[in-house]
Protein backbone atom coordinates (compact mmCIF):
# COMPACT_ATOMS: atom_id res chain seq x y z
CA UNK A 1 0.00 0.00 0.00
CA UNK A 2 1.29 3.71 -0.58
CA UNK A 3 0.86 6.08 2.04
CA UNK A 4 2.58 9.28 3.17
CA UNK A 5 2.87 10.02 7.14
CA UNK A 6 3.73 13.91 7.55
CA UNK A 7 4.50 13.56 11.75
CA UNK A 8 4.66 16.98 12.58
CA UNK A 9 0.92 18.10 12.80
CA UNK A 10 1.89 21.67 13.87
CA UNK A 11 4.90 23.81 14.35
CA UNK A 12 5.58 27.62 15.35
CA UNK A 13 8.61 29.23 15.11
CA UNK A 14 10.01 32.84 14.88
CA UNK A 15 10.31 35.04 11.97
CA UNK A 16 13.82 34.07 10.70
CA UNK A 17 14.59 31.10 12.42
CA UNK A 18 15.22 27.97 9.75
CA UNK A 19 12.50 24.76 10.14
CA UNK A 20 12.50 21.76 8.41
CA UNK A 21 9.03 19.86 7.42
CA UNK A 22 9.68 16.33 7.76
CA UNK A 23 8.07 13.95 5.06
CA UNK A 24 7.64 10.18 5.01
CA UNK A 25 6.20 7.29 2.12
CA UNK A 26 5.76 4.28 1.28
CA UNK A 27 5.54 2.61 -1.98
CA UNK A 28 6.70 -0.48 -3.46
CA UNK A 29 6.95 0.77 -6.71
CA UNK A 30 10.29 2.01 -8.21
CA UNK A 31 9.09 5.15 -10.71
CA UNK A 32 7.41 7.59 -8.49
CA UNK A 33 6.64 11.19 -7.89
CA UNK A 34 6.90 12.91 -4.88
CA UNK A 35 5.45 16.80 -4.43
CA UNK A 36 5.21 19.75 -2.32
CA UNK A 37 1.99 21.73 -2.07
CA UNK A 38 1.27 24.60 0.37
CA UNK A 39 -1.74 25.43 1.10
CA UNK A 40 -2.50 29.56 2.75
CA UNK A 41 -5.65 30.59 4.39
CA UNK A 42 -7.56 30.79 1.08
CA UNK A 43 -7.56 27.67 0.64
CA UNK A 44 -5.30 27.08 -2.84
CA UNK A 45 -2.96 24.36 -3.42
CA UNK A 46 0.49 26.15 -4.10
CA UNK A 47 2.91 23.83 -6.11
CA UNK A 48 6.51 24.12 -4.53
CA UNK A 49 8.34 21.19 -5.83
CA UNK A 50 8.42 17.85 -7.94
CA UNK A 51 10.95 14.96 -7.23
CA UNK A 52 11.15 11.84 -9.46
CA UNK A 53 12.06 8.87 -7.66
CA UNK A 54 15.11 8.10 -9.95
CA UNK A 55 16.62 12.09 -9.54
CA UNK A 56 18.23 12.09 -5.95
CA UNK A 57 19.79 15.08 -6.76
CA UNK A 58 19.04 17.96 -3.79
CA UNK A 59 17.62 21.45 -5.04
CA UNK A 60 17.72 24.47 -3.10
CA UNK A 61 15.75 27.00 -4.51
CA UNK A 62 15.68 30.89 -3.11
CA UNK A 63 14.65 30.31 0.53
CA UNK A 64 13.46 26.88 0.26
CA UNK A 65 15.70 23.24 -0.22
CA UNK A 66 14.71 20.23 -0.62
CA UNK A 67 16.22 17.04 0.67
CA UNK A 68 15.36 13.48 -0.85
CA UNK A 69 16.59 10.67 0.66
CA UNK A 70 15.69 7.11 -0.95
CA UNK A 71 17.20 4.90 1.56
CA UNK A 72 14.83 6.41 4.42
CA UNK A 73 12.18 6.96 1.82
CA UNK A 74 12.00 10.64 3.03
CA UNK A 75 11.72 13.89 1.30
CA UNK A 76 12.16 16.78 4.02
CA UNK A 77 11.56 20.45 3.29
CA UNK A 78 13.44 23.33 5.13
CA UNK A 79 12.63 27.29 4.80
CA UNK A 80 15.81 29.02 5.26
CA UNK A 81 15.05 32.60 7.28
CA UNK A 82 11.50 32.06 7.57
CA UNK A 83 8.98 34.74 6.71
CA UNK A 84 5.47 35.44 8.36
CA UNK A 85 4.03 34.76 4.72
CA UNK A 86 5.36 31.21 5.08
CA UNK A 87 2.35 30.38 7.63
CA UNK A 88 0.46 28.09 5.75
CA UNK A 89 -0.26 24.50 5.81
CA UNK A 90 1.92 22.28 3.72
CA UNK A 91 1.40 18.48 2.26
CA UNK A 92 3.66 16.57 1.21
CA UNK A 93 2.43 14.17 -2.09
CA UNK A 94 3.25 10.63 -3.83
CA UNK A 95 1.88 9.89 -7.07
CA UNK A 96 2.64 6.19 -8.42
CA UNK A 97 4.51 6.45 -12.05
CA UNK A 98 4.70 3.81 -14.54
CA UNK A 99 3.50 4.89 -17.24
CA UNK A 100 1.52 7.82 -16.45
CA UNK A 101 -1.35 6.25 -15.59
CA UNK A 102 -2.61 7.69 -13.25
CA UNK A 103 -2.46 11.28 -11.82
CA UNK A 104 -3.99 10.22 -8.64
CA UNK A 105 -2.12 12.15 -5.81
CA UNK A 106 -1.46 10.41 -2.00
CA UNK A 107 -1.14 13.18 0.31
CA UNK A 108 0.10 13.23 3.86
CA UNK A 109 -2.23 15.26 6.62
CA UNK A 110 -0.35 17.99 6.43
CA UNK A 111 2.11 20.49 8.55
CA UNK A 112 0.33 23.76 9.79
CA UNK A 113 3.54 25.94 10.09
CA UNK A 114 3.11 29.27 11.61
CA UNK A 115 5.60 31.69 11.34
CA UNK A 116 5.31 34.57 14.46
CA UNK A 117 6.81 38.04 13.58
CA UNK B 1 -1.82 31.60 -18.41
CA UNK B 2 -4.92 31.85 -16.36
CA UNK B 3 -4.90 28.91 -13.83
CA UNK B 4 -7.60 26.76 -12.60
CA UNK B 5 -11.01 28.45 -12.18
CA UNK B 6 -14.01 26.58 -10.27
CA UNK B 7 -17.34 27.55 -9.23
CA UNK B 8 -18.81 28.73 -7.26
CA UNK B 9 -16.75 29.49 -4.84
CA UNK B 10 -18.66 28.89 -1.91
CA UNK B 11 -22.73 27.11 -1.64
CA UNK B 12 -24.88 26.21 0.99
CA UNK B 13 -26.97 23.19 1.00
CA UNK B 14 -29.71 21.03 2.79
CA UNK B 15 -29.25 17.19 3.19
CA UNK B 16 -31.05 14.94 -0.09
CA UNK B 17 -30.54 18.00 -2.27
CA UNK B 18 -27.60 17.36 -5.38
CA UNK B 19 -25.36 19.68 -6.02
CA UNK B 20 -22.89 20.62 -9.18
CA UNK B 21 -19.10 22.18 -9.46
CA UNK B 22 -17.41 23.14 -12.14
CA UNK B 23 -14.19 23.10 -13.06
CA UNK B 24 -12.08 24.98 -16.02
CA UNK B 25 -8.43 23.79 -16.33
CA UNK B 26 -5.42 25.63 -17.33
CA UNK B 27 -5.20 26.27 -21.20
CA UNK B 28 -3.84 23.07 -23.36
CA UNK B 29 -4.02 20.91 -20.38
CA UNK B 30 -5.96 18.01 -20.81
CA UNK B 31 -6.55 16.22 -17.55
CA UNK B 32 -8.75 17.29 -14.49
CA UNK B 33 -8.80 15.44 -11.32
CA UNK B 34 -11.60 16.24 -7.99
CA UNK B 35 -10.42 15.98 -4.57
CA UNK B 36 -12.64 16.79 -0.98
CA UNK B 37 -10.90 17.95 1.88
CA UNK B 38 -12.03 17.85 5.58
CA UNK B 39 -10.47 18.02 8.48
CA UNK B 40 -11.35 14.86 9.55
CA UNK B 41 -10.47 12.64 6.39
CA UNK B 42 -8.14 15.40 5.19
CA UNK B 43 -7.41 15.29 1.09
CA UNK B 44 -8.98 12.39 -0.30
CA UNK B 45 -8.58 11.52 -4.14
CA UNK B 46 -12.37 11.21 -5.80
CA UNK B 47 -11.72 10.96 -9.18
CA UNK B 48 -9.36 11.86 -13.00
CA UNK B 49 -10.73 12.46 -16.56
CA UNK B 50 -8.41 12.57 -19.34
CA UNK B 51 -10.24 13.02 -23.23
CA UNK B 52 -13.88 12.93 -21.65
CA UNK B 53 -13.01 9.57 -19.97
CA UNK B 54 -13.06 8.47 -16.24
CA UNK B 55 -8.98 6.95 -15.65
CA UNK B 56 -9.24 6.62 -11.73
CA UNK B 57 -11.74 6.63 -9.40
CA UNK B 58 -11.43 6.88 -5.64
CA UNK B 59 -13.33 5.24 -2.77
CA UNK B 60 -16.51 7.31 -2.89
CA UNK B 61 -20.15 6.17 -2.82
CA UNK B 62 -21.80 5.99 -6.05
CA UNK B 63 -23.73 9.61 -5.31
CA UNK B 64 -20.46 11.25 -6.34
CA UNK B 65 -20.14 11.18 -10.11
CA UNK B 66 -18.38 13.50 -12.91
CA UNK B 67 -18.05 14.57 -16.07
CA UNK B 68 -15.53 15.52 -18.73
CA UNK B 69 -16.34 18.12 -21.56
CA UNK B 70 -14.50 17.91 -24.89
CA UNK B 71 -13.25 21.36 -23.89
CA UNK B 72 -11.67 19.66 -21.16
CA UNK B 73 -13.79 21.35 -18.22
CA UNK B 74 -15.36 19.52 -16.04
CA UNK B 75 -17.88 18.47 -13.52
CA UNK B 76 -18.68 16.97 -10.54
CA UNK B 77 -22.18 16.17 -9.17
CA UNK B 78 -23.20 14.79 -5.61
CA UNK B 79 -26.67 13.69 -5.27
CA UNK B 80 -28.80 13.38 -1.80
CA UNK B 81 -26.31 15.53 0.10
CA UNK B 82 -25.42 14.64 3.71
CA UNK B 83 -23.89 15.97 5.98
CA UNK B 84 -20.20 14.46 5.63
CA UNK B 85 -20.27 15.95 2.60
CA UNK B 86 -19.58 19.09 3.56
CA UNK B 87 -15.86 19.85 2.52
CA UNK B 88 -13.85 21.92 0.57
CA UNK B 89 -13.55 20.46 -3.29
CA UNK B 90 -10.50 21.07 -5.06
CA UNK B 91 -10.13 20.62 -8.93
CA UNK B 92 -6.98 20.51 -10.33
CA UNK B 93 -5.80 20.11 -14.11
CA UNK B 94 -2.50 18.70 -15.61
CA UNK B 95 -0.87 18.72 -19.42
CA UNK B 96 -0.51 14.46 -18.99
CA UNK B 97 2.75 14.36 -20.87
CA UNK B 98 3.95 10.79 -21.45
CA UNK B 99 6.13 8.93 -19.22
CA UNK B 100 3.91 10.31 -16.23
CA UNK B 101 6.00 13.37 -15.59
CA UNK B 102 2.68 15.28 -14.98
CA UNK B 103 2.23 18.24 -12.23
CA UNK B 104 -0.82 19.05 -10.67
CA UNK B 105 -2.22 22.59 -10.21
CA UNK B 106 -4.87 23.30 -8.09
CA UNK B 107 -8.12 25.80 -8.44
CA UNK B 108 -9.07 27.53 -5.29
CA UNK B 109 -11.79 25.27 -4.51
CA UNK B 110 -15.41 25.42 -3.63
CA UNK B 111 -16.57 25.31 0.11
CA UNK B 112 -19.57 23.24 0.23
CA UNK B 113 -21.67 23.41 3.59
CA UNK B 114 -24.42 20.79 3.93
CA UNK B 115 -27.17 21.85 6.70
Known amino acids: AQKVTQAQTEISVVEKEDVTLDCVYE???????LFWYKQPPSGELVFLIR??????QNEISGRYSWNFQKSTSSFNFTITASQVVDSAVYFC??????????????FGTGTLLAVQP | KAGVTQTPRYLIKTRGQQVTLSCSPI?????VSWYQQTPGQGLQFLFE???????NKGNFPGRFSGRQFSNSRSEMNVSTLELGDSALYLC??????????????FGPGTRLTVL
Open chain 2, 92 to 105: ASSLLTSGGQDTQY
Open chain 1, 27 to 33: TRDTTYY
Open chain 1, 51 to 56: RNSFDE
Open chain 1, 93 to 106: ALRLGGGGATNKLI
Open chain 2, 27 to 31: SGHRS
Open chain 2, 49 to 55: YFSETQR
